[in-house]
């Protein structure tokens, strides 16, 4: 059975860090697509960032130099590092998993069939 746990979501204020995980059971995650997409409050899901079974990476725009995406392959475990957080960074993240999809849906979150319960972010200015 398919599971992606994440975890790390906490309170913090502007200009601060965090790093969120997303353990992976029942899935070899450096053989699919893997994301980190969120939800503001009353706004609709959106991609943050992405990593490709080939290693190679997507971001939004609006995390582009702030978030970096990574795994460890050993753990079997996806990270998004967060710096320079931002109020609007605010929102439930969750990560995904999904398999075929083409590079230009790499943050789209209807490509993925596989999700986690989430992992809340606040950030306070």
């Known amino acids: 059975q398919v599971r992606l746990v994440e975890s790390g979501g906490d309170s913090v204020q502007a200009g601060g860090s965090l790093r969120l995980s997303c353990e992976v059971f029942g899935l070899r995650a450096s053989s699919v697509y893997m994301g980190w997409f969120r939800q503001p409050p009353g706004k609709e899901r959106e991609g943050v960032a992405s990593?490709?079974?080939?290693?190679?990476?997507s971001y939004a725009g609006s995390v582009k130099g702030r978030f970096t995406v990574s795994q460890d392959n050993a753990k079997n475990t996806l990270y998004l590092h967060m710096s320079s957080l931002k109020p609007e960074d605010t929102a439930m993240y969750y990560c995904?998993?999904?398999?075929?999809?083409?590079?230009?849906?790499?943050?789209?979150?209807?490509?993925?069939?596989?999700w986690g319960q989430g992992t809340q972010v606040t950030v306070s200015s």
């Open positions: 995904a998993a999904g398999q075929y999809m083409m590079h230009s849906d790499r943050l789209v979150p209807d490509k993925y069939n596989r």
């Open positions: 990593i490709g079974s080939d290693g190679i990476t």
